[in-house]
């Protein structure tokens, strides 16, 4: 039986999360606006308006662009793309055509086995965004509220060899997006918008064969999901002697499967040709200059640095530079303390980032800042608190704003470690527990623990524990 | 003379020294307009009578109402001691091609008869804010896309002043008709390819087409975006030269209006043409046409009246200091139209798309519900033919498998064109031309009806003006005389990028020089 591969193209559609709409003033973001609420002459396409290119989107442009190693362009076009559609109120959709605002570059993926596949990228350009139809009770209802967004298309060339691979695409420029703070990338809400271009071969072919496109996806499990169902049906239909044609299929996520849009014999005729309304778009190189003055390190490279700077083990760093705020934090800590970093990141990793997910807030929203954090740990360290007191320290932090040796000053947290102080309360305990002497002297060593508790009770968990434990033993064995 | 029959600039002063009041400017471009114009353009014309033919209607909407509100405002700020604007209480109409809050705004076709424009075109906004009192929205050809206005889906069109059997040229034909018969003092309109200066010169009025992105676009609707250019027409240069002060400059909702400072064209107005280079080409004394049995393009000689015009022109813009130079090359001139043609229609095809019935304007009364087929009957039922037959050439010409061989060829052909005035304007070459000195247009005001119907020899008429819209450089036209017919001939001055007011300044120059000549007394046949 013939092995085969699948062979992926992906298509994704990035709303930049710029102020306003790429060509006029109104907000980009119309999010549970009620329709038509967000829009103005010029996004609704009214006789006479013109359109006036948002510099913003430009330059989120040219940061997505240079995070993806592609080449940034010193002279790009606007291009007109003719076509009827309701919800293009022009008759012409503004975007690129042959003279995009970026072409080349690349994405490399890490892969959970230890590989890293690199995708590379076609071009990237930008357009806006259509409005909206919704089709109800045999009425067609347009909505203009997006009519405008800004968006980049980026066009991967048929790399990908898998439907993980695809959702590891997905993820891993999600991450980025964020990362560069240029698109929200929640494709729930369409912020990332993603076609998969579908097609099988036997496997060690070098062919591209007819490829199918599906629309329409969602989320990254729906893509993948996607990817795997029409895989699948590539191959039977190949198997049983048919031919792939060039469909455009529409996924349904809620009964995991695709159907048949149109089919795709005939490419249409867009009749592209320069936007007349608008300058080209310059690119020199004090405006790149300015554009990429804040350029950040990337999540892989800092992924790296981070194991090879702070000794970190591949899964810490993976997780602390899974958000970039969250990886800014973890070296600002790590900085500030000036210790193992792996106290850091395991402070981090257990207890910082369930306060984040409990309050569902970025890492830099905290008011627990790194220094705090940082604070805590040293103050562990020179046992002037115990561990306990340390964890809850952070909550109190977090909500007070104040510092740690703030509270720890006001509320009489620190650690006691006066032996006499210990010694007085381990010796009361004793007194009042004659029952539980007689069994841990008679054996059960165990109880111990049990001592040790009621000793850190008494002394409201400000005891150092390992001194009350020698000073249990110690009375326990007279 | 009426006060409406002043120029802008007498008739501001006498306003704003309080001479005369802005209400009563109104009332007389008010009673010019009763007495000459005749019922505006309408959808449903009906006969066209023997009174129709004697009368003008160079109105579609006359904003009467609106006007006398501004007109009262201008009279209150004047009473309280306030500055209205530089061209204050002077009355002017619109080209119903640019949109103004609150009236109809309908491009001339019944697509948009129903439109009401719910914001104000930048140029229009910066003349009201100058004081300026809008009169109304004047005819044109349908969309702009003709050179006589008969091609209005509202009728009667507009008819020449001079001789009422005879066509205003267009497309901005009552922009000149209002000019010159006095119904307003100046008005605005739009050039593509010519529609400015060939009304202008049609009408015996100035026209200036200034360089392409000098005045904003916003409002404007759009005919062949990368070409299309407001502009002024008034009764002489200084008003002309007064208004482009007013209209000219950078606009923040303009990408490809020009970002230079203002410029003051008044300034060195009268300073003369001393030592200035003005070129005269044979190239612009010959115009090339399709033979209409073999389509092969052949020359023909300008009328003798016209190219004569051009040279006493020339003889005396010599006598006051100017050097002539003769000869000049512009060997591309002839395919300005054919490229043209190719060019404005893509544009217009791709301008003409949000015209689908879905959100505003005209959409066919039958109950659909096929998507498809409400834009065909929508667009099928609202444009008329001008339209149409630019959206079939406009679609076949820019066609994945046509567009190398016609689209992309006119783009060569155009930057060709450009070529050809760099090399005549540029200060190191051969010609260091300031100008070119050229006729117009090939022929005087042509008759109704007789070229109307042949859109390629209409197009024709536009054969010595479309280059400037190609190089995107300025064009005044100015008038020069009258033909054996008692007709307007106009004269053309083309200049480098930005040169207006080198332009206007060589037009006062012939100008002055010429005021006491008989033919600048003779008024239109409508006010003899």
């Not at chain 1, 303390?337 to 807030?361: C, E, F, H, P, T």
């Not at chain 1, 007070?400 to 009361?428: F, Y």
Request: net charge negative; hydrophobic share 35%; charged share 25%.
């Amino acid at each position: 039986m013939t092995e085969y591969e699948v062979v992926i193209g992906l298509e994704t559609h990035i709303q930049l999360n710029t102020q306003t709409k790429i060509f006029c003033s109104c907000k980009a973001d119309s999010w549970e606006q009620p329709p038509n609420t967000n829009i103005c002459p010029v996004c609704t396409g009214l006789p006479g308006v013109l359109p006036v290119p948002n510099e913003a989107a430009v330059e989120k442009a040219v940061i997505l662009a240079t995070a993806m190693h592609a080449e940034p362009q010193s002279l790009s076009f606007f291009d007109r793309k003719n076509y009827f559609y309701p919800d293009l109120p022009k008759g012409y959709q503004i975007t690129q055509y042959d003279r995009p605002i970026a072409v080349g570059g690349y994405l490399d993926l890490p892969m959970p086995d230890g590989r890293t596949r690199r995708v590379t990228i076609n071009k990237l350009h930008l357009e806006e965004d259509a409005g909206k139809t919704k089709n109800e009770k045999g009425k067609r209802y347009i909505d203009f509220n997006r009519c405008g967004v800004p968006l980049v298309e980026m066009v991967t060339n048929p790399d990908i060899r898998s439907a993980d691979e695809a959702a590891q695409y997905l993820t891993r420029l999600r991450q980025l997006l964020r990362w560069l703070g240029i698109s929200e990338a929640d494709m729930e809400k369409g912020h990332l918008r993603c076609d998969a271009n579908v097609s099988i071969r036997p496997k060690g072919s070098a062919e591209l064969n007819t490829k199918t496109e599906i629309k329409n996806v969602n989320s990254i499990d729906a893509v993948r999901s996607a990817i795997l169902v029409e895989t699948e049906r590539q191959i039977r239909e190949v198997e049983s002697g048919g031919e792939i044609k060039p469909w455009t299929l529409d996924w349904d996520d809620n009964r995991k499967s695709l159907h048949k849009m149109r089919s795709k014999e005939t490419e249409a005729d867009y009749r592209y040709f320069r936007e007349p309304d608008l300058l080209p778009v310059h690119l020199d190189d004090d405006w790149k200059e300015r554009i990429l003055a804040d350029f950040p390190e990337l999540p892989l490279a800092r992924r790296q640095r981070f194991m090879d700077t702070y000794a970190l083990p591949e899964y810490d760093a993976e997780v602390l530079t899974s958000e970039r705020s969250l990886s800014e934090y973890f070296e600002a800590a790590a900085q500030a303390y000036g210790g193992d970093a792996k106290q850091v990141s395991n402070w981090l990793m257990n207890d910082v980032m369930r306060m984040l997910n409990d309050a569902n807030i970025p890492a830099s929203q905290l008011r627990l800042r790194p220094e705090h954090l940082a604070e805590i740990l040293k103050l562990v360290d020179a046992k002037a608190i115990n561990n306990a007191i340390g964890k809850k320290l952070l909550k109190k932090v977090e909500k007070s704003g104040k510092s740690p040796a703030e509270i720890v000053e006001a509320e009489g947290l620190a650690q006691v470690s006066d032996d006499s102080a210990i010694r007085e309360i381990c010796q009361k305990i004793i007194d009042s527990n004659p029952a539980e002497v007689e069994s841990c002297r008679s054996g059960k060593e165990s109880l111990i623990g049990w001592f040790v508790g009621q000793v850190m009770r008494e002394m409201r968990g400000k005891a150092d524990p390992q001194m009350a434990r020698q000073i249990l033993s110690e009375l326990l064995k007279q | 003379m009426q006060l409406c029959d002043l120029s802008a600039l007498e008739l501001t002063i006498k306003i704003r020294q309080r001479e005369v009041s802005a209400v009563e400017a109104l009332d007389s471009s008010l009673e010019r307009i009763r007495a000459v114009d005749g019922r505006p353009g309408s959808l449903k014309p009906g006969q066209l009578t023997a009174e129709d033919q004697k009368t003008l209607h160079a109105f579609i909407t006359l904003t009467e109402e609106r006007a006398r509100r501004q007109a009262e405002n201008v009279d209150q700020q004047l009473a309280a001691g306030e500055d209205p604007g530089p061209l204050a209480g002077v009355p002017f109409t619109v080209k119903d091609l640019f949109c103004v809050q609150g009236t109809p705004t309908t491009a001339a076709s019944r697509i948009l008869a129903n439109f009401v424009a719910p914001y104000t075109a930048t140029p229009i906004a910066r003349m009201e804010a100058a004081g300026a009192i809008m009169l109304g929205k004047v005819n044109l050809d349908e969309f702009a896309y003709g050179s006589s206005t008969e091609s209005s889906a509202f009728q009667p069109a507009a008819r020449n002043p001079w001789n009422t059997s005879r066509v205003p040229g267009g497309s901005s034909g009552g922009s000149a008709v209002s000019v010159a018969a006095g119904e307003a003092v100046l008005s605005i309109g739009t050039d593509t390819a010519g529609s400015i200066r060939q009304p202008a010169a049609f009408c015996g009025m100035v026209g200036l087409k200034p360089t392409y992105g000098r005045v904003s676009r916003y409002g404007l609707i759009a005919f062949g975006s990368s070409l299309d250019c407001p502009g002024p027409i008034a009764r002489n240069v200084s008003d002309t030269a007064a208004m482009l002060n007013i209209i000219a400059g950078p606009d923040s909702r303009d990408n490809t209006a020009v970002t230079l400072p203002p410029e003051d064209f008044l300034e060195k107005l009268e300073s003369g043409v001393k030592g200035m280079r003005i070129g005269l080409s044979p190239d612009y004394f010959r115009i090339a046409i399709p033979d209409p049995q073999t389509g092969e393009y052949c020359q023909q000689p300008l009328p003798e009246e016209i190219e004569t015009r051009v040279r006493q022109t020339a003889e005396l813009l010599a006598s006051l200091g100017a050097i002539i130079v003769d000869d000049v090359p512009m060997p591309n001139t002839r395919y300005g139209i054919p490229a043209f043609f190719v060019i404005s229609r893509v544009e217009a095809a791709s301008n003409l798309h949000r015209f689908d019935g879905v959100k505003y304007g005209y959409r066919t009364p039958q109950k659909m519900t096929d998507l498809n087929k409400m834009y065909r009957l929508s667009r099928g039922e609202g444009f008329g033919l001008q339209p149409k037959l630019r959206i079939l050439m406009g679609m076949y010409v820019s066609a994945a498998q046509y567009s190398e061989q016609y689209y992309q060829r006119a783009l060569k052909v155009r930057a060709m064109i450009r070529r050809d005035f760099e090399q005549a304007f540029d200060k190191a070459g051969k010609y260091q031309l300031d100008a070119l000195l050229t006729p117009t247009t090939p022929t005087t005001a042509f008759s109704i009806g007789d070229i109307y119907g042949d859109s390629v020899l209409m197009q024709f008429a536009d054969q010595l003006t479309v280059p400037a819209n190609h190089a995107g450089i300025p064009g005044l036209s100015i008038p020069a005389g009258f033909d054996g017919q008692g007709l307007p001939i106009g004269v053309q001055l083309l200049g480098p990028d930005f040169s207006e007011a080198s332009l206007l300044r060589i037009g006062r120059a012939y100008e002055m020089a010429t005021t006491e000549e008989a033919w600048r007394q003779i008024k239109p046949q409508v006010l003899r």
